[in-house]
C-alpha cells in the first residue's frame, strides 16, 4: 500500500504469504454510510465497505468526494497478494480502458491526506489507505485485507469494514507473487456508490 513504492518494494517490503483466513467479515449492515463497490472482471459481484467516519473523518470525506466525482468507475485492482491483501483506487493511472502500467503509483487530483492512525486492527476485511513512506501521503488509492495483518496496526489509516461480499472479495483475480501481485487482465470497479 505505499503508494510509490509497492510498485518495486511490496507493502514496505512485506509480501506476505498468510494460509490461515481467520473469521469472517461481519455480514449484518453496519451503521454506514457503507462504500459499493460493484465489481466486474472474471469475478463479478458487490462488495459493501461500513465507513468509519468516527475513526478516520478525513479519509472517509475523501473517499465520498471521489465516489461523488466518479473517479473509482473503471479502476482495476492493480495488486491482489493471495492471503494478504487486494488493493484498488488509482483513479490517475489505474483506469481500466487506459494504460495501467503505472497503476499504484498515482493519486487523485486532490492534496494528500494526513495519517488518522486509530487503534483499530487489520482483520480480514479491513479496509486501509495506501500509501508511500511518508505517513501523510493517502489519496486514492486502498486495500482490502484477505487475512489479519497485526502488523499493519497503527501504521495504515483503517477506513472501512467489508459487511457484504467477502466472497467477492476473495475471488478477486490474484496477482503474479514473482512480481509483487501485479494483476494481468485484473478485475475492476464498475461502479462506486455510497448508500
Avoid: C, W
Wanted: aromatic fraction near 8%; avoid cysteine.
Amino acid at each position: 500500500m505505499l503508494r510509490r513504492d509497492l510498485v518495486r518494494a511490496g507493502l514496505m517490503g512485506v509480501a506476505l504469504s498468510v494460509s490461515a483466513i481467520g473469521a469472517s467479515a461481519q455480514t449484518a449492515d453496519g451503521p454506514g454510510p457503507n462504500l459499493v463497490l460493484e465489481v466486474a472482471g472474471a469475478h463479478p459481484g458487490r462488495i459493501v465497505i461500513d465507513l468509519f467516519p468516527d475513526v478516520a473523518p478525513q479519509h472517509v470525506k475523501r473517499i465520498e468526494q471521489l465516489v461523488t466525482d466518479h473517479a473509482y468507475d473503471g479502476v482495476v485492482f492493480h495488486r491482489v497478494i493471495d492471503g494478504f491483501m487486494a488493493q484498488t483506487g488509482d483513479v490517475q493511472f489505474g483506469k481500466r480502458e487506459g494504460d495501467t502500467s503505472m497503476a499504484g503509483m498515482g493519486g487523485s487530483s486532490y492534496p494528500d491526506l494526513k495519517a488518522e492512525f486509530s487503534d483499530k486492527p487489520f482483520e480480514r476485511g479491513t479496509v486501509g489507505m495506501a500509501r508511500s513512506s511518508n505517513p501523510n501521503s493517502a489519496n486514492s488509492q486502498f486495500f482490502i485485507m484477505f487475512a489479519p495483518a497485526p502488523h499493519l496496526n497503527g501504521q495504515y489509516t483503517v477506513f472501512g469494514q467489508v459487511i457484504e461480499g467477502m466472497d467477492i472479495v476473495d475471488a478477486i483475480k490474484k496477482g503474479d507473487a514473482a512480481r509483487n501481485g501485479l494483476v494481468t487482465e485484473p478485475d475492476y470497479i464498475a461502479s462506486a456508490t455510497i448508500e
